[in-house]
């Protein structure tokens, strides 16, 4: 969700903007622009819908050396070539970028921009106003942004141009995430790492309320109240192939083939010398410690979140309650005198989540955040963190991240288990090496899959999918997976419950897709099935090894109970991956949709 770039040294600003931008766009926009500084002053490029329509525009004979860039994702205002960002105060001396939601922005507008004329509705464009206003007052342009940053309310990641100063970027931020990268001779900003690992792979992490004038040579962070601040750079740990799609033809694609190798990642860093899982004795104590866990997670996390929930309680006995992060505020449950709030992200940086996180913390409880990205807000921001190690994930349909999050669920549950006493039969390391290998039949058995996509999903304008116990949590997310990328109407339902209303809906050829991998629910699902079919439904099963029936439509490798959802999510998966190809639809990057969701 919006993004942005900055560059200031020696190469062609426009060009590396432009390549920064392509790696944000997995983060979702519908709209571009780049400003740069040049001989002849500012120049602003914009354009709506994709960079490779804003590279159209830019005049590639501008020199400049310095610039920055924006994708953004429609909040105030709709997508357009006007509220595309940068804005430019009055006298276009100022020039600006911004990712977040400014809250007072009406109110700023009523009290400091009586007689200024805006051109975009959106809420960013009042910041460059007031940073131009505030000049008046004699103030430093330093100041003047530390004033106008210190008067909004919400979040912003921003920076700043001056048409006066082509030697200097003025960046701002608040909840949203942004980082300043350091080169030799050359300094770059980005709201990912990934979208500058083309200049360096050193960078350093902004707090919240903290502004930073970036140079060539130079990176100097302050406070709103101009304080200066040192920080020391990290090294990001990634690869730049890791972000390439490779001979695939699509990232989710990749993705999916790719959750394997990320189970064997997980069980490699989480295993010690003798096999036994390895987590951070801090963990197991707030874990041991806990009388009560709350899960705290949005869409594909949350799923994840609800098999965690079934995880811990049978393995570690603990009460566990999943909760989905925007609701939580409002629907804030009693919570028990000892609790630890598990926040699942695979960004880090979900607004809702972090809004939870904030409120938590302020109360005191401890917090542990499970994320693939462990430099991220929610990391940071946590007592401890667990990291997935699934490597980037760019297309915007979680899928590996979601596998990875269960696979450390498991661990930590079995972990719990094994620091409280309990007695269980379960070899985590030895289920999920099982899990692996049978990721690795299904990803080889593509043509099934897209042949069911193809006869079920083709033409249809909705889908069902129904399951019981964990199958009804993956039949959550197999309906989400559909539901975003190919756009067909899709729900996954508890098999017991459709008949309490939405049986209705069912028609002639209604598709129904049914996951049977669990024995106590098997023969109760089929009958769910028999039920939709005799009122013309057209059933798709969907089951496992041992409990499978010959009209099965596909069966996947016999795992153990508790990891059933690593496996068969992976047909349901693949199903939608091939009903947005069949429908045309833009598998990476679908509608609407951001990966990183960073406003309420
Ligand atoms: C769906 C999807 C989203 C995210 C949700 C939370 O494929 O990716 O539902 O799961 O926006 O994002 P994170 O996990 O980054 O907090």
Same mark, same amino acid.
């Given at each position: 969700?919006?993004? +942005? ?195 360096? @792979? ?10 930073? +004038? ?10 709103? @109240? ?30 999916? @083939? ?111 955040? +499970? ?54 039969? /379960? ?36 889908? /069902? ?5 964990? @199958? ?129």
């Amino acid at each position: 969700m919006c993004g +942005i770039v900055g560059y200031i040294g020696n190469n062609d600003a426009k060009e590396i903007l432009l390549r920064g931008l392509e790696k944000l766009e997995y983060r979702g926009y519908d709209s571009a622009g780049i400003a740069v500084i040049s001989e002849n002053g500012v120049q602003l490029f914009k354009e709506k819908g994709r960079i490779a329509s804003l590279r159209e525009v830019v005049d590639p004979n501008v020199e400049c050396t310095c610039g920055i860039g924006h994708t953004r994702w429609a909040t105030h205002g709709p997508p357009s070539k006007t509220n595309a960002h940068p804005h430019q105060s009055s006298s276009a001396r100022f020039t600006l970028v911004h990712n977040g939601v400014i809250e007072n922005y009406e109110s700023l507008k009523r009290e400091y921009l009586q007689g200024v004329q805006l051109v975009s509705e959106t809420d960013t464009e009042i910041i460059v106003h007031l940073v131009e206003l505030f000049m008046k007052e004699e103030l430093s342009v330093e100041a003047a942004f530390r004033k106008t940053l210190s008067l909004l309310k919400g979040s912003y990641a921003t920076a700043l141009l001056d048409n006066e100063d082509s030697d200097r970027i003025y960046v701002g931020k608040n909840k949203s995430p942004l980082l300043v990268g350091l080169g030799d001779g050359v300094n770059v900003v980005a709201s990912d790492a990934l979208a500058m690992l083309q200049v360096t @792979d050193r960078f350093v992490e902004l707090m919240d309320e903290e502004i930073v +004038i970036v140079t060539r040579d130079s990176v100097t962070i302050k406070t709103l @109240d101009g304080i200066v601040i040192h920080r020391e750079p990290y090294i990001a740990e990634l690869d730049a192939s890791d972000i390439e799609k490779g001979t695939y033809p699509h990232y989710m694609l990749k993705e999916i @083939d790719e959750q394997p190798l990320v189970v064997r990642n997980i069980i490699s860093k989480y295993q010690d010398d003798n096999g036994n899982v390895v987590l951070e004795e801090d963990i197991r104590e707030a874990m041991k410690a806990a009388d009560r866990i709350y899960i705290i997670a949005a869409g594909t996390s949350y799923h994840a979140g609800l098999v965690g929930k079934q995880l811990i309680e049978k393995l570690a006995n603990k009460p566990v309650e999943t909760h989905i992060a925007s609701e939580f505020l409002y629907n804030m449950p009693l919570v028990s005198e000892n609790p630890l709030f598990i926040f699942i992200s695979q960004s880090g940086e979900t607004a809702d989540s972090r809004g939870v996180l904030v409120n938590v913390k302020k109360k005191g409880y401890k917090a542990l955040t +499970i994320t693939n990205v462990p430099g991220s807000t929610l990391s940071r921001e946590a007592d401890y963190t667990l990291h997935t190690f699934a490597g980037p994930e760019i297309a915007v349909a979680s899928t590996k991240a979601y596998t990875a999050q269960m696979a450390i669920l498991a661990l930590l549950a079995v972990d719990t288990a094994k620091n409280s006493g309990i007695e269980f039969d /379960f070899d985590p390391i030895q289920e999920l090496s099982i899990v692996a290998t049978a990721m690795e039949t299904l990803c080889d058995q593509k043509e099934a899959f897209e042949k069911i996509a193809r006869e079920y999903l083709t033409v249809t304008r909705n889908c /069902f999918f129904i399951g019981r116990s964990a @199958d009804y949590y993956v039949c959550l997310e197999g309906a989400l997976k559909l539901k975003e990328i190919s756009y067909i109407q899709a729900e996954g339902f508890a098999g017991g419950e459709l008949k309490h209303g939405t049986i209705a809906l069912i028609e002639e050829g209604t598709p129904v897709i049914a996951l049977a991998t669990h024995e106590h629910v098997n023969l109760s699902i089929r009958g769910n099935v028999k039920e939709v079919a005799a009122r013309g439904a057209y059933p798709c099963i969907i089951s496992m090894e041992g409990l499978h029936e010959e009209s099965d439509r596909f069966v996947i490798p016999a795992v153990h109970e508790y990891l059933t959802p690593l496996v068969s999510v992976i047909p349901l998966q693949l199903i939608a991956y091939y009903a947005a190809l069949h429908r045309g639809c833009d598998v990476d990057k679908p509608r609407n949709l951001a990966k990183s969701v960073t406003v309420e």
